[in-house]
């Protein structure tokens, strides 16, 4: 009889489901997902339900989400999770992360019924609060316990190992999206008539954003970086929502940034025409646990200056394919800039070797064998 394995996470995204589609599918367990909540309101995702192929269920709940100071924070208080398990009876549970109620009940189910507890982790040492007091007790308290753990990246590992996991007992499996998917959608982009005629109307560099418009994701650092560069022949497109929106128009309007694009909340299958137009992608988070737009960038051929804050950084970006940065330096962010432009016609010219290098070495086989690797260990 084949195993049960549950997987309990906050919610399904569009970026996970081919992660889990090819998880379910080459498996040989039966898996099934269980979500706290089908979607949070931070996220304007459209969820395509017909692409999904693994068995799952929302369990029902309330779910919050509010602004911090610092950071943003979702609240799920779901009645049913332990029902959930006991009624699946899963030989292996996967919980992603510990800063909700329902992974603690799941973790304590796994301990007192001797299951296995698999910790799915991509938070980093520069994604942390205060890695010591109480959180820092609750944190070492489940981290020493669970059985295995399936790391995001380097310093999702590092972290990991900082609380007291064993090197042996942590899988990576790089954060990824389906890198084909842009790589293919923008070339498709690429050969259309009207992309030829927009893209040739235009000599100038053109730097894109793709993320939420809030303090931590950092777009006004890059403004005000544009602000003191103060050059014409610079595009900078923002594709993205959230309360900093109007502080960020504001910004240019005051500063007299006229080349600054603001194009709103797009859905997945709408950025690669945003990757396709752009020469460089910039991630200038002041705290980010991975930044899977990063990927994105990638696959699609982009040169990638990318904040030291986030965790693809240290896995996915070298001299060939971008530059990291400091996002509190203004100064750095616009000599960066700088580069790039100077560089402008080489950044170009590297867009297929870029992408042929992301999508051969960070694609959903890969980093679903690590976590199939995980699970049958």
């Given at each position: 009889?084949?195993?049960?394995?549950?997987?309990?996470?906050?919610i399904?995204?569009?970026?996970?489901?081919?992660?889990?589609?090819?998880?379910?599918?080459?498996?040989?367990?039966?898996?099934?997902?269980?979500?706290?909540?089908?979607?949070?309101?931070?996220?304007?995702?459209?969820?395509?339900?017909?692409?999904?192929?693994?068995?799952?269920?929302?369990?029902?709940?309330?779910?919050?989400?509010?602004?911090?100071?610092?950071?943003?924070?979702?609240?799920?208080?779901?009645?049913?999770?332990?029902?959930?398990?006991?009624?699946?009876?899963?030989?292996?549970?996967?919980?992603?992360?510990y800063?909700?109620?329902?992974?603690?009940?799941?973790?304590?189910?796994?301990?007192?019924?001797?299951?296995?507890?698999?910790?799915?982790?991509?938070?980093?040492?520069?994604?942390?609060?205060?890695?010591?007091?109480?959180?820092?007790?609750?944190?070492?308290?489940?981290?020493?316990?669970?059985?295995?753990?399936?790391?995001?990246?380097?310093?999702?590992?590092?972290?990991?190992?900082?609380?007291?996991?064993?090197?042996?007992?942590?899988?990576?499996?790089?954060?990824?999206?389906?890198?084909?998917?842009?790589?293919?959608?923008?070339?498709?982009?690429?050969?259309?008539?009207?992309?030829?005629?927009?893209?040739?109307?235009?000599t100038?560099?053109?730097?894109?954003?793709?993320g939420?418009?809030?303090?931590?994701?950092?777009?006004?650092?890059?403004?005000?970086?544009?602000?003191?560069?103060?050059?014409?022949?610079?595009?900078?497109?923002?594709?993205?929502?959230?309360?900093?929106k109007?502080?960020?128009k504001?910004?240019?309007?005051?500063?007299?940034?006229?080349?600054?694009?603001?194009?709103?909340?797009?859905?997945?299958?709408?950025?690669?025409?945003?990757?396709?137009?752009?020469?460089?992608?910039?991630?200038?988070?002041?705290?980010e646990?991975?930044?899977?737009?990063?990927?994105?960038?990638?696959?699609?051929?982009?040169?990638?200056?990318?904040s030291?804050?986030?965790g693809?950084?240290?896995?996915?970006?070298?001299?060939?394919?971008?530059?990291?940065?400091?996002p509190?330096?203004?100064?750095?962010?616009?000599?960066?800039?700088?580069?790039?432009?100077?560089?402008?016609?080489?950044?170009?010219?590297?867009?297929?070797?870029?992408?042929?290098?992301?999508?051969?070495?960070?694609?959903?086989?890969?980093?679903?064998?690590?976590?199939?690797?995980?699970?049958n260990?």
């Open positions: 009889m084949k195993k049960k394995v549950i997987l309990l996470t906050n399904i995204t569009p970026y996970t489901i081919p992660l889990l589609n090819y998880i379910s599918q080459r498996g040989n367990f039966n898996l099934k997902v269980l979500a706290l909540a089908e979607k949070e309101k931070n996220r304007e995702w459209k969820l395509s339900k017909r692409e999904i192929k693994f068995n799952y269920k929302i369990i029902p709940g309330f779910n919050f989400f509010f602004y911090g100071k610092k950071k943003e924070k979702s609240i799920h208080i779901n009645f049913g999770v332990i029902l959930s398990l006991i009624k699946n009876n899963p030989d292996i549970v996967i919980i992603s992360g800063d909700t109620l329902a992974y603690w009940q799941a973790f304590f189910y796994c301990k007192i019924l001797r299951k296995k507890c698999i910790l799915w982790n991509g938070t980093t040492l520069f994604s942390t609060g205060n890695p010591q007091g109480f959180k820092g007790f609750l944190k070492k308290f489940i981290i020493r316990r669970a059985d295995r753990f399936i790391a995001y990246g380097t310093k999702a590992k590092e972290y990991l190992e900082y609380f007291g996991a064993k090197p042996e007992n942590i899988f990576i499996s790089i954060n990824t999206v389906d890198v084909s998917y842009f790589k293919d959608k923008v070339k498709e982009f690429k050969s259309l008539p009207e992309f030829l005629q927009e893209k040739q109307q235009s100038k560099m053109t730097i894109l954003y793709v939420q418009l809030i303090k931590r994701k950092g777009a006004e650092e890059v403004l005000k970086a544009l602000n003191v560069l103060n050059d014409s022949d610079i595009n900078f497109i923002i594709v993205g929502s959230g309360p900093e109007e502080n960020l504001n910004f240019c309007t005051k500063n007299n940034l006229k080349n600054v694009i603001f194009e709103g909340f797009r859905q997945q299958d709408e950025l690669p025409k945003y990757y396709a137009l752009a020469d460089v992608f910039i991630l200038p988070s002041l705290e646990v991975w930044g899977l737009v990063v990927n994105e960038a990638l696959a699609s051929g982009l040169y990638v200056l990318c030291k804050y986030a693809a950084t240290y896995d996915l970006i070298s001299k060939d394919n971008g530059m990291i940065f400091d509190n330096n203004i100064e750095e962010i616009a000599k960066n800039i700088q580069k790039c432009k100077t560089n402008i016609l080489l950044l170009r010219q590297k867009k297929e070797q870029i992408s042929k290098w992301m999508v051969e070495n960070f694609n959903i086989e890969q980093s679903g064998k690590s976590i199939l690797l995980a699970i260990f």
